[in-house]
């Protein structure tokens, strides 16, 4: 099912909705891109909430179709980053106002998602976040690195990506990784808000603005991040990462990894 676009006076909300948790998956990727793909046709001048559905904002990599991915050959994973990593630069760059509406759990690949985008408000009770890639075995992109320090600032992001702790949002916001915490019911109000400060007639200016801003880490990107993460590939499919995947299935489905 295609995500959802409602207008919300000059503002467009889009809702997530591609399975029950908006697991991260090759149709997931497709109906993001397809999403601004028609926000750049129908809705060029608009702000953007990003938002989900239910309790989940994202869950993340979908490990049922990403740990046999590892198991595989290293030319496919490298295929499939490209495309992933696709994803995120679009949603990181994309030149409108973009305001995350974090309305429940955010994890791993899901967090990055809310984090990319230039705002994030989150509800104030009921959600956890947190990056537990290395934890499980996936070692975290460096591109994706590089984008949670723009977001984060460095501190913030070496601890979340390296120790995989899970935080509330009272403690994800003393930490700066969600700007504001508003009850569930003011959420998509509050996010409509901030999305629509920037005036109709100076978006161009905004967009223009965020470009400078970004320079930085998208040179990082480019000259660094990149280059490194040529390494993905065989650290996603080395044996000791085949074992933790195995593991933490065993723990998550209480059953055998079938790959």
Same mark, same amino acid.
């Given at each position: 099912m295609s995500w959802t676009i409602e207008r919300r006076g000059r503002v467009a909300v889009v809702t997530m909705n591609t399975n029950p948790v908006n697991a991260q998956n090759r149709a997931?990727? &497709?109906d993001l891109h397809e999403a601004f793909d028609r926000l750049e046709r129908d809705h060029p001048e608009c702000p953007v909430v990003l938002t989900g559905t239910g309790a989940r904002f994202s869950a993340g990599l979908d490990l049922g179709e990403h740990f046999p991915l590892f198991a595989g050959d290293e030319a496919d994973v490298a295929s499939w980053f490209q495309d992933y990593r696709a994803t995120n630069m679009r949603l990181f760059t994309y030149p409108r106002p973009t305001v995350a509406a974090?309305?429940?759990?955010?994890f791993a690949g899901g967090l990055i998602t809310a984090a990319v985008c230039d705002y994030r408000v989150s509800v104030a009770e009921g959600a956890r976040f947190g990056l537990n890639e290395v934890p499980i075995g996936i070692p975290m992109p460096s591109v994706y690195v590089r984008m949670l320090a723009y977001a984060w600032?460095? %501190?913030? &992001?070496? *601890?979340?990506?390296?120790?995989? $702790?899970?935080?509330?949002?009272?403690?994800a916001h003393a930490l700066g990784m969600v700007h504001e915490l508003v009850p569930a019911d003011d959420l998509l109000e509050r996010a409509v808000a901030? &999305?629509?400060?920037t005036p109709q007639e100076c978006i161009g200016q905004y967009a223009f603005t965020k470009r400078a801003c970004q320079s930085g880490a998208l040179r990082d990107i480019m000259e660094l991040a990149d %280059?490194?993460? !040529? $390494?993905?590939?065989?650290?996603?499919?080395? $044996?000791?990462? *085949?074992?933790?995947? *195995?593991?933490?299935?065993?723990?998550? !489905?209480?059953?055998?990894?079938p790959w």
């Open positions: 997931f990727f &497709a974090v309305n429940g759990h955010a600032g460095d %501190p913030v &992001a070496a *601890r979340t990506c390296l120790l995989g $702790e899970i935080f509330s949002p009272a403690q901030v &999305a629509g400060m %280059p490194l993460d !040529k $390494e993905l590939p065989a650290g996603m499919t080395s $044996e000791q990462a *085949r074992h933790a995947h *195995r593991r933490y299935w065993q723990q998550l !489905k209480g059953s055998q990894a």
